[in-house]
């Protein structure tokens, strides 16, 4: 059981937007804005997407934005491309140490 | 170009230890926390634990489910981190990666290595 709570799956056609949310507690994500997001490829490693729940590293596309609401964090995904289609993490802090959901994988139909 | 490439992994017995490094490159290494994780088959990611640089100490941390048998260390002259595994347990069985964490904070993995298969099964 992830601590933190992700939809198992979403799906999107070509050029719409995408929510993927991810629940924690006060404890967590509603605690700390050390939340972070990860896109992982099919056999690939996972790429950092998102940090500080909304800021993007150098060379993420700003097709990909990150936002909070009390112990919900949300990663919107603008512009949907075949080439997003992979699994996306969401990660907190809980007591100094990090924690993740437990994946959401993104179909683009 | 930043480059971590984990090696070791491979098919252990319960109980037994082994040891995965990983090798970095493109960065000054000694200036930079180190952190592994692992993906059980199918499954999500899990972190495994950390150590700091050696201007923060040199600390370490680790998961509840590693602490006491698994032990991370680093040879800055080398620019490798290693990842001591012992009392392996077939619920260690997981791709491990190497990740080197951001340099303000050290919360966040910004690079990734391809990952190493360490296989624990009798």
């Known amino acids: 059981q992830s601590a933190l709570t992700q939809p198992a799956s979403v799906s999107g056609s070509p050029g719409q937007s995408i929510t993927i949310s991810c629940t924690g507690t006060?404890?967590?994500?509603?605690?700390?804005?050390?939340v972070s997001w990860y896109q992982q490829h099919p056999g690939k490693a996972p790429k950092l997407l998102i940090y500080?729940?909304?800021n993007r590293p150098s060379g993420v596309s700003n097709r990909f934005s990150g936002s909070n609401s009390g112990n919900t964090v949300s990663l919107t995904i603008s512009g949907l491309q075949a080439e997003d289609e992979a699994a996306y993490y969401c990660?907190?802090?809980?007591?100094?140490?990090?924690?993740f959901g437990g994946g959401t994988k993104l179909t683009v139909l | 170009e930043v480059q971590l490439v984990e090696s070791g992994g491979g098919l252990v017995k319960p109980g037994r230890s082994l040891r995965v490094s990983c090798r970095a490159s493109?960065?000054?290494?000694?200036?930079?926390?180190m952190s592994w994780f692992r993906q059980a088959p199918g499954k999500g990611l899990e972190w495994v634990g950390f150590?700091?640089?050696?201007?923060?100490?040199?600390?370490?941390k680790y998961a509840a489910s590693v602490k006491g048998r698994f032990t991370i260390s680093r040879d800055d002259s080398k620019s490798i981190a290693y990842l001591q595994m012992n009392s392996l347990k077939t619920e260690d069985t997981a791709v491990y990666y190497c990740?080197?964490?951001?340099?303000?904070?050290?919360?966040?993995?910004?690079?990734w290595g391809r990952g190493t298969l360490v296989t624990v099964s009798s």
């Open positions: 500080d729940v909304s």
């Open positions: 990740t080197r964490m951001d340099f303000w904070s050290a919360f966040y993995p910004d690079y």
């Open positions: 006060s404890s967590d994500v509603g605690g700390y804005n050390y």
């Open positions: 150590i700091r640089s050696k201007a923060f100490g040199g600390t370490t």
């Open positions: 493109g960065f000054i290494f000694g200036d930079y926390a």
């Open positions: 990660s907190s802090y809980t007591n100094t140490t990090p924690v």
